[in-house]
């Protein structure tokens, strides 16, 4: 890629992000491209789809949960990594409402932009959830995509503002569910 066209989607990305945060995930191309100072059509050269914009803004947070997955793995007790990480992935999601609705799809869609970075995503977590079940800190009938879907779940309740105060406490309900330990660590465990 050229340097102008290197420059030049930073520039979309860094204008999107707010917009996304401001609006969700159904913001309109036309807004971004809008506040971008560009026409529509150079946003879509760059980014063809709504869900590729959202991709590629979502694809370095995704790379970032993975990283930090693997790097708890090695800094803290199974039970406490679990629930860290959950609590990190429940809070990164409600920075853009309508992800975790977006994000559910993609896991089951290959052909959407965001598949592979879900998936991998969702495997991080499953191999926290195993190395927890390994050591008997969390239940063993549980499985990577209840994982997912319980993120989802958390996620959509801290976006819904009847329940957003009701967020932490649900995240902690859900994070002693998970767990088998007696005294097992809340969701503030960072």
Known sequence: MRADAVKNRAH???VARPAVAA???DVSMRDVARRANVGLATLLRHFPTREALLEALLH?????????AKGLTTSRASAEALVTWVSEC???TT?????TELMAAAIDDTDSALHTSCVTLRAAGAGLLTRAQEAKAARPDIDGDDLFALIAMLAWAGDQPALASRANRLLDVVARSLLTERDAPTSRAT
């Open 12 to 14: 979309l990305l860094a």
């Open 23 to 25: 609006h969700g995930i």
């Open 60 to 68: 370095e947070s995704f790379e970032a949960l993975t990283a930090r």
């Open 90 to 92: 429940v809070a990164w």
């Open 95 to 99: 920075e853009y409402r309508g992800v």
